[in-house]
């Protein structure tokens, strides 16, 4: 089993769509949990950062950590053409160390106009 | 320039072969990470700086990859006798220091053929 997993999609959804993207994972020592987004042909870029457990939103964004199902999702409301990429999410065990970052294999999202 | 620089953006080499791919971190960023994306994956951590010391190198799958950074700013990632395996995009991240946000360049897409 992978530590953190992630259905790879694709995901096709209309413009204006809620979109719905999650991951489980197996390490209960995670503390820190991330979601990045990847255009093609281009490096990741953070877009939401979390610790431990609840909810926090950045405007269209939603990310949510569930430790205790070791559940995260991330929300995007009124989905537009240039949400369009793949969508990784990502965490790290603070008392291991602050740098390897674990990433889920991402999920590709397409809205369609 | 103002965020992470990798060069080049493609490498296609023989098997056997040696390369080197090269990482521009933003300016007075102090901690830098170069992690590696197989299709479909998401990036796999190799090996982290602080400053100009490899403080994480647990990464790395074998002795034929090393990675300098002597001045603590551009970085060096350098594959000996390339096997077809290697085949991925590897992509460099800098942040202010450790346990801040990353910032991704662009990749460099290495082509073992």
């Known amino acids: 089993q992978k530590e953190v997993e992630q259905d790879p999609g694709p995901l096709s959804v209309p413009e204006g769509a809620i979109v719905s993207l999650n991951c489980t994972y197996s390490?209960?020592?995670?503390?820190?949990f991330m979601w990045y987004r990847q255009y093609s042909r281009k490096g990741p870029e953070l877009l939401m950062y979390?610790?431990?457990?609840g909810n926090k939103e950045d405007g269209r964004f939603t990310a949510q950590v569930d430790k205790s199902s070791k559940y995260i999702s991330l929300f995007i409301r009124d989905s537009q053409p240039s949400d369009s990429a793949t969508y990784l999410c990502?965490?790290?065990?603070?008392?291991?160390?602050?740098?390897?970052?674990?990433f889920g294999p991402g999920t590709s999202l397409s809205v369609i106009p | 320039g103002a965020g992470v620089s990798q060069t080049p953006s493609n490498k296609v080499t023989e098997k056997g072969k040696y390369v080197e791919l090269r990482c521009d971190p933003i300016?007075?960023?102090?901690?830098l990470y170069w992690y590696r994306q197989s299709l479909g994956q998401g990036p796999e951590f190799l090996i982290y700086?602080?400053?100009?010391?490899?403080?994480?190198d647990s990464g790395l799958p074998n002795d034929r990859f090393f990675a300098v950074r002597p001045e603590g700013s551009v970085s060096t990632l350098k594959i000996q006798r390339t096997e077809r395996g290697d085949s991925a995009v590897y992509l460099c991240?800098?942040?202010?220091?450790?346990?801040?946000?990353?910032?991704f360049g662009q990749g460099t897409r290495l082509t073992v053929v």
């Open positions: 300016s007075g960023h102090t901690a």
């Open positions: 990502a965490m790290m065990d603070p008392e291991t160390s602050y740098d390897k970052v674990i």
């Open positions: 390490n209960s020592a995670f503390q820190y």
């Open positions: 700086f602080q400053g100009t010391g490899a403080a994480d």
């Open positions: 991240a800098s942040s202010l220091r450790e346990g801040r946000e990353a910032f």
């Open positions: 979390t610790y431990s457990s």
